[in-house]
């Protein structure tokens, strides 16, 4: 158990809708990281966040946004959504003085 | 454009033998690399890392090569036991600086048989 929990595990959804994907840090850690992980790639990049603001932007499609709340979980939001986005969705905290990352159990989205 | 490349997409090796994993950067100005090691249903967690100022890095069963002029890291897990079978990814943070933003390969799935 990483300390990193992720809501919904698994969702199922259709094209052109929308769906948020929740995450909850370790505690103690200030921030917070998205990454996807499609059928034919690696882990990408898709946004940071520390303490609440945006700190780095990876390959994260318009469509996509997220936020982090003051208790410092995060949101990220994915809209009109396309066949293409059905993938795995980790989400990662990284230990303050280490940075070492630690992941969530991701959360599988699968769009028909 | 993958920076950081597993060419290997599965291996499968009989218990007690060594497993080699294979990982290419194309970037020059990595210094850093690390192996995350991702059971099915789990997030990935970090396994063994190595600076661009060493060739080796050990770690019980674990140990991590780099041959900065080919560009090439390997790891090698001796003896290999069925509990390791999992994907392996190859990661290095980018130049400049930040571990937020990891670039992965695509992973290497090892199969231990026993």
């Known amino acids: 158990d990483s300390g990193v929990t992720q809501t919904p595990k698994h969702l199922i959804t259709a094209t052109g809708q929308r769906v948020t994907l929740r995450c909850s840090p370790r505690?103690?850690?200030?921030?917070v990281y998205w990454y996807q992980q499609s059928l034919d790639q690696g882990l990408q990049f898709l946004i940071q966040?520390?303490?609440?603001?945006?700190?780095a932007k990876g390959n994260i499609l318009e469509r996509f946004s997220a936020q982090q709340f003051p208790d410092l979980h995060s949101e990220l939001n994915l809209s009109s959504l396309e066949l293409g986005d059905s993938a795995l969705y980790f989400c990662?905290?990284?230990?303050?003085?280490?940075?070492?990352?630690?992941f969530g159990e991701g959360s599988r989205l699968t769009v028909l | 454009d993958q920076q950081v490349k597993q060419n290997s997409p599965s291996l499968s090796v009989q218990e007690g033998r060594i497993s080699i994993l294979n990982c290419d950067y194309t970037?020059?100005?990595?210094?850093?690399f690390l192996w995350y090691k991702k059971y099915p249903a789990e997030g990935p967690t970090f396994l063994i890392s190595?600076?661009?100022?060493?060739d080796k890095n050990e770690d019980g069963r674990f140990t991590v090569f780099l041959n900065k002029s080919a560009k090439h890291l390997s790891l090698h897990i001796v003896p290999s036991q069925p509990g390791d079978s999992a994907v392996y990814f190859c990661a290095a943070p980018p130049p400049q600086g930040g571990s937020e933003k990891l670039v992965f390969g695509k992973g290497t799935k090892l199969t231990v048989n026993p």
């Open positions: 190595i600076s661009s100022i060493k």
């Open positions: 970037n020059s100005m990595f210094d850093y």
């Open positions: 505690s103690g850690d200030l921030s």
């Open positions: 990662a905290s990284s230990d303050v003085n280490t940075g070492e990352l630690f």
């Open positions: 966040y520390y303490n609440g603001e945006e700190r």
